[in-house]
């Protein structure tokens, strides 16, 4: 079993930047890839990054892509999303998930450990 806490959510104004953090225990990151994923009310859980188990390789979706930076620590137990130039549209619970999704990384069903989550809000 792997137990994912998400942090660092909050407010921030339109512009802004925030650095989310996900923290495993009982195991650690080593053999999984960790991606974030989001959802906003009234809307679907979507993909925004993914960082491989070596953290060789990331992905992002295209409506964060250039605004986001998913890495992964030293201790490979925790992984930090920081987020610039953030949006209104940016506003859900962002989501740490982990597993070997391979192919279907942008794909929440891929994903067998997920966190609780943390609220963000961007403000115009």
């Known amino acids: 079993q792997v137990q994912l806490v998400e942090s660092g959510g909050g407010l921030v104004q339109a512009g802004g930047s925030l650095r989310l953090s996900c923290a495993a225990s009982?195991?650690?990151?080593?053999?999984?890839?960790v991606a974030w994923f989001r959802q906003a009310p009234g809307k679907e859980r979507e993909f925004a990054a993914v960082?491989?188990?070596?953290?060789?390789?990331?992905y992002y979706a295209g409506s964060v892509k250039g605004r986001v930076t998913i890495s992964r620590d030293n201790a490979k137990s925790t992984v930090t999303l920081q987020m610039n130039s953030l949006k209104p549209e940016d506003t859900a619970v962002y989501y740490c998930?982990?597993?070997?999704?391979?192919?279907?990384?942008?794909?929440?069903?891929?994903?067998?450990?997920w966190g609780q989550g943390t609220q963000v809000t961007v403000s115009s």
């Open positions: 998930a982990a597993g070997s999704p391979y192919a279907d990384y942008a794909r929440a069903t891929a994903y067998e450990y």
């Open positions: 960082i491989s188990v070596n953290g060789g390789a990331t």
């Open positions: 009982g195991r650690t990151f080593s053999n999984l890839a």
